[in-house]
């Protein structure tokens, strides 16, 4: 391919563009798959033993070689193929130089993936008993089972932002109106209060599968819109769903969780649902090359029904819960206008007013993200996705460590 280079700078763009566009189709969902392997490994096992820390080099090592690839070498390519089309030959020489150079880090950092995964693999594992201060082998496997749940809640939420400037193409609707849509659908989180309620009277495992369930259908039925009131409509549910899945996952981690590790909890929840949103940005560019396009990747949202399949007979229902609705007869059931008691007002309105500035900040800084980069710097899906996988490859850590931090310093001085 090389060679035709010279006298050939036409044909060998078409080939240097195909081999990369192969590339990224087989190397991505394989790191993928990788990282999410070695995640549940971790969860299995811990990190207490060299295995695990390894294993955590391994994945840090992957991050990296993702980084590189739709980052650095990613910019690249486009430059490569607009120095191409333009037949300077000078300039596309450079930058494959350049580009070249980029991929010897990468096969560095893939090679070192290797290994470290070997090594850990021949290594003794941690003891099966659990540590004090550690999260038993039960814990663990509770927070797998609802960070697989979560990570597509992660993921059915941020194609939106990925692929909003082709799905106001496609629909038809100006920015205006775009606008107005994410507006409408956001009003799903006030519904999702009400799927709350009904998680108290009937319990947390029943609604937290029917919401996934439901976050599902309403997900790949978005891929069939026709418009955008339909498009609305079918995310407006999703959303409802969505949210309360979050929402009871994180109330499964604070009833089933001691009381000092709840915050790694809950941190290792909201890691599952970074995750999620990278895989949505990983499959971006992949599938919105294709017939399908945007629509696509809402199909591709039907996955969580075989995983409802494993939850059924695995999910177990939270002990708290139970003790609850025995005490119901004596007591009485709780009502939602509880909260406003004197001893939990101040704190209940605090906590809604930090959530909704969260939500604030955060709904605008990631809402046309995509959307201006695309419209206004007129960037490739493959570059979009770079700026949301480097952007997030960089924060992901948080959660871990200020979830971790929440129980040794307390909530409130990490809040």
Not at 228 to 242: G, H, I, K, N
Not at 275 to 302: D, E, K, S
Request: proline share 3%; charged share 15%; with cysteine.
């Amino acid at each position: 391919m090389w060679g035709t280079l010279a006298h050939a700078p036409g044909a060998f763009g078409v080939a240097f563009t195909h081999w990369v566009d192969w590339e990224r189709r087989i190397l991505f969902p394989l790191g993928l798959a990788t990282v999410m392997a070695a995640i549940a490994a971790l969860f299995h096992e811990g990190v207490a033993s060299w295995r695990g820390r390894l294993r955590v080099l391994a994945v840090a090592a992957l991050f990296a070689s993702a980084l590189v690839s739709v980052g650095a070498a990613g910019s690249l390519e486009e430059a490569i193929a607009a120095a191409l089309g333009a037949a300077d030959r000078g300039a596309a020489q450079a930058l494959l130089g350049r580009w070249n150079w980029w991929h010897r880090v990468n096969f560095l950092l893939i090679c070192a993936t290797g290994v470290l995964f070997v090594v850990a693999q021949a290594l003794p594992g941690a003891r099966a008993q659990r540590k004090a201060g550690g999260l038993a082998p039960r814990h663990r496997r509770l927070l797998l089972l609802l960070g697989a749940a979560t990570l597509f809640e992660g993921y059915d939420r941020f194609i939106v932002s990925l692929a909003l400037p082709y799905i106001a193409r496609d629909l038809g609707a100006s920015e205006a109106a775009v606008g107005y849509a994410l507006s409408a659908i956001r009003l799903g989180a006030l519904l999702s209060v009400l799927l709350g309620r009904v998680a108290d009277r009937l319990g947390r495992r029943r609604v937290l599968l029917a919401t996934i369930v439901a976050y599902t259908v309403a997900t790949a039925a978005t891929g069939a819109s026709r418009g955008l009131v339909s498009f609305v409509a079918f995310q407006l549910v999703a959303a409802v769903f969505l949210t309360a899945e979050l929402s009871l996952a994180q109330v499964v981690i604070a009833e089933e969780f001691p009381a000092g590790q709840r915050g790694r909890g809950q941190g290792f929840l909201g890691a599952f649902a970074a995750l999620g949103a990278g895989l949505a940005a990983v499959l971006f560019p992949l599938v919105q090359g294709t017939a399908m396009g945007w629509r696509g990747l809402y199909f591709i949202g039907l996955a969580p029904l075989v995983l409802i399949l494993y939850l059924r007979r695995s999910l177990p229902e939270t002990r708290q819960w139970r003790r609850a609705e025995q005490a119901v007869a004596e007591k009485g059931r709780a009502r939602f206008a509880d909260v406003w008691q004197p001893g939990l007002r101040l704190h209940f309105a605090v906590l809604n007013g930090v959530a909704a500035g969260a939500s604030l900040a955060a709904g605008a800084a990631f809402g046309f993200a995509s959307y201006h980069a695309t419209n206004a710097f007129r960037w490739e899906p493959a570059r979009v996705s770079a700026m949301m996988l480097t952007a997030g490859a960089l924060g992901f850590s948080g959660w871990f460590v200020f979830g971790r931090l929440a129980d040794v310093i307390g909530r409130r001085w990490v809040g």
